[in-house]
Each structure stands twice: as structure tokens, then as C-alpha cells.
């Protein structure tokens, strides 16, 4: 597999794409079979991905808005970037998966129904980059359909789309189209493997909820009281401050995680409604048992570290052609600067490899032996060999 990789900060959306494009044909000496694209919710994605297509007319393209950008030592809020793929050892497809909400499972199955290894036995791996606009919600379902409609030979990785934490509007891209309430996925059939890693850090802060109802987002009681007032509770055994008006400085150290396996699925809570529910961002399980949960900036920056090793270990002997890497808005927003540090042990352990990747509104992962599903505030990890 050949990769190569850019990033731009040019403000105008074409000269962007002319950007991107020229820089990474010129690395690859070939026009990319494949294009990964993430950018900023400041361009206009429309106008971005003409000028990508202009450019790289047979090239697949799959990628999303995004909320946060980094290429090796590169780090902003602004930025589009994007991994070329060529290669003989690698064959691609894009797939779509139109109106998550309206039924998750019938939109993995018409994602599953354009991917060619379910028929193709000539390349032994099968993985997929998976973006999805996280606003329209069930991602976590989709992620689960997946599985079931590919009978879990494939590994997935990826991300939700994102909008700098707005959660106004988020987009994936496929092709020319830039689609909101949709999945998008870039198939690779492999003759090496890909490797995938994920690790979050955090730990439980509080005795056990049980959740006892939720709709949709919001998650409406715990223990059947208001859900707001565990998280009140634990504010003041803690010695913290929850602003019912404004508590996402709160929520960002204070997420929750849902007991799964032998550790817990984060989500991340976003706001207190009127009758004392909290939105999140992403559902909560009703019945499921969770933890006010907690974290430092050593150990996020050690489970990004934990992450990349996995992914390395994955692809046994073969050496890292290019990483990807994809980690929460609210990580970013928590650890500010420091977020630059998990940015850097990550790049630091790949021998040279480039890493692209972004801040996404959850992340998503499929792997053996991996902690899996759709994921908050969680450090996900894909290298792909060379």
C-alpha cells in the first residue's frame, strides 16, 4: 500500500482542494486510488470535494466535517486534510448508508449491500473506515448491524462527523455529495493487516446508576430520580460546580460510562433540560448500569499511547505505512494544549509513518480483540501497514 498525506489552512474551499489534491499526486506519483478527506465546518464542503474531484476524477472519496484537524505536526481548528491510497495489494469501494434514523438496520444493510469482500475471497483482510453524521443518532446501532449484516469478518474504524462541538450541523462526504443523517465507508481489501487499537483512560468517580429511562438522547432518570441530580450529587461530594445553565464545563470531567464487558463505554453529556433530563451525545441504554466517571491528562495521553501500541501489535512484523487516529471534541476541549500531547505519543511510535486524523463526535471500532462499538472521549487508533 502507498499513502500520502497533506494539509492545508487556505481559507477558500477550492484552492483548498487544489491544494490537497496537487500535493498529495505529487507524493504518490500517481493519482490516488483512494481519498480519506476531513475538514473543518468552516469550508464549503461542496465546494471542496468539486475541486478534489476535478483534480483526481477517478478517485473514491469518503471523509466528514470535522471539529478539530491534525497531520504529524500539524494541529488546528480550521484545517481540511486528507490520505491518498494507491497500491496493487489493496482493492477499494465507497458505500453509503442513507437515513440512520429512520431505520439503522436497514441502512447498514444497504451500506454492507456495495461492499465487494462478502463475494471477493481474494484478499484475506477486510476493513472499512466508517464516518457518520452522529447527530442523527444510533450510530451505536449502526455499528452493531454492521457486524451482523458482514457476519463479523470485517474490522471497523472511524469516527462521527463533526461541527468545533456546535451540534448544529454535521456532514459525511461521498464523493461530490455532502449528505447529513448518513454513513459513509471506504471498504479495504488487504492482502496485510490492519491494525486497530482503542483505549479511553477513565475511570469510575461514583457509586453505580442504574437508568432506569431514557428517550432517545436524553437521558431522563437514574435510579428514578431526575438524572440531573446524581450529577449534582456527585458535584458536591466532589467539591465541583454544575451549572444547570451552563454545565458543559462540568460534563466535561464528569462523563458517563456505561458497565460493558470489563470496562466502560463512554458518553459524553452536553446539556440539562428543563424537567431535569440530561441530553447526550449519544444514547444511553435504558436498564444498563453506569458511573459518573474521571480522568487526567496522563492518563488520556497514556491510553492514546496503550491505543497505538495495540494497532502496531496488529500488524505483527509489517512496518506502519500511515496511521490514522481519532479521538473526541471533548477531548480537546478538556485538555486544551495538552491535548497536542496525546496528538504526539501517538505520532511518536509510528517510525516516521505520517498520522492524519481528527476530532470527532464519538468513534467508532470493530476489532478483534479490541474494545468495540461507538464510543465518547475515546482514543481510536488505526495503522495501516506498508
Given at each position: 500500500?502507498?499513502?500520502?498525506?497533506?494539509?492545508?489552512?487556505?481559507?477558500?474551499?477550492?484552492?483548498?482542494?487544489?491544494?490537497?489534491?496537487?500535493?498529495?499526486?505529487?507524493?504518490?506519483?500517481?493519482?490516488?486510488?483512494?481519498?480519506?478527506?476531513?475538514?473543518?465546518?468552516?469550508?464549503?464542503?461542496?465546494?471542496?470535494?468539486?475541486?478534489?474531484?476535478?483534480?483526481?476524477?477517478?478517485?473514491?472519496?469518503?471523509?466528514?466535517?470535522?471539529?478539530?484537524?491534525?497531520?504529524?505536526?500539524?494541529?488546528?481548528?480550521?484545517?481540511?486534510?486528507?490520505?491518498?491510497?494507491?497500491?496493487?495489494?489493496?482493492?477499494?469501494?465507497?458505500?453509503?448508508?442513507?437515513?440512520?434514523?429512520?431505520?439503522?438496520?436497514?441502512?447498514?444493510?444497504?451500506?454492507?449491500?456495495?461492499?465487494?469482500?462478502?463475494?471477493?475471497?481474494?484478499?484475506?483482510?477486510?476493513?472499512?473506515?466508517?464516518?457518520?453524521?452522529?447527530?442523527?443518532?444510533?450510530?451505536?446501532?449502526?455499528?452493531?448491524?454492521?457486524?451482523?449484516?458482514?457476519?463479523?469478518?470485517?474490522?471497523?474504524?472511524?469516527?462521527?462527523?463533526?461541527?468545533?462541538?456546535?451540534?448544529?450541523?454535521?456532514?459525511?462526504?461521498?464523493?461530490?455529495?455532502?449528505?447529513?443523517?448518513?454513513?459513509?465507508?471506504?471498504?479495504?481489501?488487504?492482502?496485510?493487516?490492519?491494525?486497530?487499537?482503542?483505549?479511553?483512560?477513565?475511570?469510575?468517580?461514583?457509586?453505580?446508576f442504574r437508568v432506569t429511562e431514557t428517550d432517545g438522547m436524553r437521558l431522563v432518570s437514574l435510579n428514578g430520580l431526575p438524572a440531573v441530580e446524581a450529577f449534582e450529587a456527585h458535584a458536591r461530594t466532589t467539591g465541583q460546580t454544575l451549572d444547570r445553565a451552563a454545565p458543559l464545563a462540568f460534563f466535561l470531567h464528569n462523563i458517563l460510562g456505561i458497565e460493558a464487558e470489563d470496562q466502560q463505554r463512554l458518553r459524553v453529556p452536553l446539556a440539562v433540560l428543563p424537567d431535569g433530563s440530561v441530553l447526550c451525545a449519544a444514547e444511553v441504554p435504558q436498564g444498563s448500569v453506569v458511573y459518573i466517571m474521571r480522568v487526567s491528562a496522563a492518563s488520556a495521553v497514556e491510553a492514546a499511547q496503550e491505543a497505538t501500541q495495540a494497532a502496531l501489535a496488529a500488524i505483527g512484523e509489517h512496518?506502519?505505512?500511515?496511521?490514522?487516529?481519532?479521538?473526541?471534541?471533548?477531548?480537546?476541549?478538556?485538555?486544551?494544549?495538552?491535548?497536542?500531547?496525546?496528538?504526539?505519543?501517538?505520532?511518536?511510535?509510528?517510525?516516521?509513518?505520517?498520522?492524519?486524523?481528527?476530532?470527532?463526535?464519538?468513534?467508532?471500532?470493530?476489532?478483534?480483540?479490541?474494545?468495540?462499538?461507538?464510543?465518547?472521549?475515546?482514543?481510536?487508533?488505526?495503522?495501516?501497514?506498508?
Amino acid at each position: 500500500m502507498k499513502t500520502a498525506a497533506s494539509s492545508t489552512d487556505l481559507a477558500d474551499a477550492r484552492e483548498a482542494g487544489r491544494r490537497l489534491a496537487t500535493e498529495i499526486t505529487r507524493v504518490l506519483g500517481e493519482r490516488p486510488a483512494a481519498l480519506m478527506v476531513f475538514a473543518a465546518p468552516s469550508y464549503d464542503h461542496a465546494a471542496l470535494l468539486d475541486e478534489l474531484a476535478k483534480h483526481c476524477p477517478d478517485t473514491l472519496v469518503v471523509g466528514s466535517s470535522s471539529a478539530g484537524e491534525f497531520m504529524n505536526h500539524n494541529r488546528g481548528e480550521g484545517l481540511a486534510c486528507a490520505l491518498g491510497l494507491a497500491g496493487e495489494d489493496v482493492r477499494f469501494s465507497i458505500a453509503v448508508a442513507r437515513d440512520i434514523k429512520d431505520d439503522a438496520a436497514a441502512a447498514a444493510r444497504q451500506m454492507v449491500s456495495s461492499f465487494k469482500g462478502l463475494s471477493d475471497y481474494a484478499f484475506p483482510y477486510r476493513s472499512a473506515l466508517v464516518m457518520a453524521d452522529a447527530l442523527a443518532g444510533y450510530a451505536d446501532v449502526l455499528v452493531d448491524e454492521l457486524t451482523l449484516a458482514t457476519g463479523g469478518q470485517y474490522q471497523f474504524f472511524g469516527g462521527g462527523a463533526g461541527d468545533n462541538a456546535q451540534f448544529q450541523r454535521t456532514s459525511v462526504f461521498y464523493g461530490r455529495e455532502v449528505i447529513n443523517g448518513a454513513a459513509v465507508a471506504l471498504e479495504m481489501l488487504t492482502e496485510k493487516p490492519i491494525g486497530v487499537g482503542v483505549r479511553h483512560g477513565w475511570a469510575p468517580a461514583s457509586a453505580p446508576f442504574r437508568v432506569t429511562e431514557t428517550d432517545g438522547m436524553r437521558l431522563v432518570s437514574l435510579n428514578g430520580l431526575p438524572a440531573v441530580e446524581a450529577f449534582e450529587a456527585h458535584a458536591r461530594t466532589t467539591g465541583q460546580t454544575l451549572d444547570r445553565a451552563a454545565p458543559l464545563a462540568f460534563f466535561l470531567h464528569n462523563i458517563l460510562g456505561i458497565e460493558a464487558e470489563d470496562q466502560q463505554r463512554l458518553r459524553v453529556p452536553l446539556a440539562v433540560l428543563p424537567d431535569g433530563s440530561v441530553l447526550c451525545a449519544a444514547e444511553v441504554p435504558q436498564g444498563s448500569v453506569v458511573y459518573i466517571m474521571r480522568v487526567s491528562a496522563a492518563s488520556a495521553v497514556e491510553a492514546a499511547q496503550e491505543a497505538t501500541q495495540a494497532a502496531l501489535a496488529a500488524i505483527g512484523e509489517h512496518k506502519p505505512q500511515a496511521a490514522l487516529f481519532f479521538d473526541c471534541v471533548a477531548t480537546r476541549l478538556r485538555m486544551g494544549e495538552q491535548f497536542g500531547e496525546e496528538v504526539a505519543t501517538v505520532r511518536d511510535q509510528l517510525a516516521g509513518a505520517d498520522l492524519l486524523g481528527c476530532n470527532t463526535h464519538g468513534q467508532i471500532a470493530r476489532a478483534e480483540g479490541q474494545f468495540e462499538g461507538f464510543h465518547n472521549c475515546t482514543a481510536v487508533v488505526a495503522v495501516l501497514p506498508a
